[in-house]
């Protein structure tokens, strides 16, 4: 079974300065790794992932995430936080054996506060 | 536009008031999946379809049908809501395979009273 746990549900930062947000995460297998964000009264939206290759994936807003299998990680970064960025993001993984039910399973979310 | 709408957007009913949420999708994708998200767990999987005509239970399958008729539509039904279905629910489309991006809906806020 798969499992997510994002540290932190509430993280605030002034504006401009780092963005971190954790994610660690349990599986048998090397999973798929999904960042969504979401903003208020909408739906969730991808903003990187990682399948296979590089471990490093840039994502959209200026937002990357780094795929470190010996800590079992996926931490979302981003190096200069804007106003437009307060949301809440989820960190998901998904199995990635063929034919296999497509679902994400998600963390917890961690709501992103930017301080003026 | 490629997107996956969901309505009504929002809900308050009675128990036991049988009632349906539909999701529709225009990106021609195989699979669909239903989620409900509650403050402290996340999102949680309800049921998901593969194609059309094969659906499967999720993590959260108590008190929900599913059907998938077309390949676009993909209804939630709650033929008998309880208080603790009350849950903010999103639908979910994506090319089948491991690994797509899933497309979410806006969000269905649901009520029971």
């Known amino acids: 079974a798969q499992s997510v746990t994002q540290l932190g549900s509430h993280v605030s930062v002034s504006e401009g300065a780092l963005v971190l947000l954790r994610c660690n995460y349990s599986s048998s297998v090397p999973p798929y790794l999904f960042w969504y964000v979401q903003y208020p009264n909408q739906g969730l939206q991808l903003l990187l992932k990682y399948t296979t290759g590089a471990t490093l994936v840039k994502g959209i807003n200026g937002f990357e995430a780094e795929f470190k299998k010996s800590e079992t990680s996926f931490h979302l970064t981003k190096p200069s936080a804007h106003m437009s960025d307060a949301a809440e993001y989820f960190c998901a993984v998904s199995d990635p054996r063929v034919g296999g039910n497509e679902k994400l399973t998600f963390g917890t979310g961690t709501r992103l506060t930017i301080i003026p | 536009e490629a997107q996956v709408t969901q309505n009504p957007r929002y809900l308050i009913t009675v128990t036991g008031k049988k009632l349906t949420v539909t999701c529709s999708q225009n990106?021609?994708?195989?699979?669909m999946s239903w989620y409900r998200q509650d403050p402290g767990l996340g999102l949680r999987q309800i049921y998901y379809s593969m194609n059309v005509e094969v659906t499967d239970k999720g993590d959260v399958p108590e008190g929900y049908k599913v059907s998938r008729k077309e390949k676009r539509n993909f209804p939630l039904i709650l033929e008998s809501p309880s208080p603790n279905q009350t849950s903010l629910y999103f639908c979910?489309?994506?090319?089948?395979?491991?690994?797509?991006?899933?497309?979410f809906g806006p969000g269905t806020r649901l009520t029971v009273t």
């Open positions: 979910a489309s994506s090319t089948s395979g491991q690994g797509y991006e899933q497309y």
């Open positions: 990106m021609n994708h195989e699979y």
